[in-house]
């Protein structure tokens, strides 16, 4: 029960301190650039907006696992379906990174194939399967 408090107290200050920090750094970095008129804002603020969208992208995937096994993957009816699917709910996992190996492995569901597209027409063609770390494990 402790650590479940303190993991808790944890998330509120993270939560309070997150968008402070973000908004602050990406306001001064924008005006320190403009001010000095060095030309390299998007050199110093593209880093920062793709970090802060690949953390987001891991905590939407650690909080919304379940809810993203449950809804975009086949139901799984047999042991062969069942050890083809890589889960969601893993921070360190981008949602698209997710779907992009279930993709490959033929797990998804209507919906999840819905979601694929999108994020195709929306960010690049094949964006999930472009998403894939071809170094990295893909084991639950």
Known sequence: MKKLLQSI????????VFPLLSVVGIIY?????IVKWDYSLSKQLSPIVK????????????????LLNDTLLK??????????TYKYGKWDDAISEVTGVNEKRGVLNKLGEDVT???????????????IDEDKNYEN
Not at 51 to 66: F, K, M, V
Not at 117 to 131: A, G, K, R, T
């Open 117 to 131: 597209d999108l994020l195709s027409f929306v960010l690049e063609q094949n964006h999930s399967i472009n998403s």
């Open 9 to 16: 107290a944890f998330l509120i200050m993270a939560i309070l």
């Open 29 to 33: 970095t924008t005006i320190k650039h």
């Open 51 to 66: 970090s802060t969208a690949l953390i987001l992208d891991g905590l939407a995937n650690a909080c919304s696992g379940e």
């Open 75 to 84: 139901k799984k009816k047999n042991r062969e379906l069942y050890s083809r």
